[in-house]
């Protein structure tokens, strides 16, 4: 089945990233939350997206020159509607926590970097999520591959999955070189074929950030692993609506096994 992962939480009804973003997502019933995590200053693994918190709170400094305590005295929900006026940056950890309310739930967790000045950030935060998760619902993603590799030497079970825009012509075979069990491609670097092939040679397929109806559409026929976007709500309606039998699932499987050969 298709997991909807709603990105940075339910982003189009709260402010994205926040405590609020990921309570709502769960609310609307997504199965799985992408967020994303830098280090503070002080080494706190912190949930947020952007370089700076210009955009996303109320503030301009660097979030990996600004420590934890001072990052979290920041409003992060105006910039949004004032009615989310005093929503604070949220710490990796308190995410985790509130997420181990759901077993079920999945969690994308994407490594951000902006520079090479953060190259702890593996190191602080593998631990903490392998404390709270367990791999079977977990996917450390990034578009910084070479830190995958990292993360694998830290927690060999855990999923990793190389986020990338560029078209790969066998992305199985690159995310087996760098032992990643999935890829997390821009949705117009996929198609049926190459998702059908990388599920047959045992590599999840989660495209991003797909937020038109007619390519969820897609997308659920195609039968990807997951659906990464901004309108869970939405996903989750069509999902229900289009749902694709077992017979046709099945018959797919032979098919792509067959032709990988």
């Known amino acids: 089945m298709t997991i909807i992962f709603a990105h940075r ?49 109320s503030g301009r400094s660097i979030v ?40 079920d739930l999945w969690l994308n967790i994407e490594l951000k970097y902006y520079s090479d000045t953060n190259t702890e950030l593996v190191e602080k935060s593998v631990p903490l999520i392998k404390k709270h998760r367990s791999e079977k619902n977990t996917v450390i993603s990034s578009f910084a591959h070479n830190r995958l590799v990292d993360v694998h030497k830290l927690w060999s079970k855990v999923e990793t999955a190389p986020i990338y825009k560029a078209n790969l012509e066998e992305p199985w075979d690159y995310a087996k070189q760098i032992k990643a069990k999935a890829i997390h491609p821009q949705f117009r670097a996929v198609n049926r074929a190459l998702t059908k092939a990388s599920q047959a040679h045992g590599i999840n397929v989660r495209p991003y950030t797909i937020n038109d109806e007619r390519l969820i559409k ?33 018959w797919w499987k032979v098919l792509w096994q067959y032709i990988v050969r």
Do not use: Y
């Open 218 to 250: 897609q997308f659920l026929e195609w039968e990807a692993d997951g659906i990464i976007t901004d309108v869970p709500d939405v996903a989750l309606k069509i999902m229900k609506n289009e749902h694709i039998p077992q017979e046709r699932r099945k």
């Open 64 to 103: 990996t020159e600004t420590s934890f305590s001072d990052l979290r005295k920041h409003d992060a929900g105006s910039w949004f509607s004032p009615s989310f006026k005093g929503e604070v940056i949220p710490s990796l950890e308190e995410v985790l926590i509130f997420a181990n309310e759901f077993p």
């Open 9 to 57: 939480g339910a982003s189009k009804q709260c402010p994205e990233n926040t405590m609020s973003a990921f309570k709502r997502a769960v609310e609307l019933g997504a199965g799985g939350i992408e967020l994303d995590i830098q280090l503070s200053s002080d080494h706190v693994p912190v949930v947020i997206h952007d370089r700076t918190l210009k955009r996303t709170a």
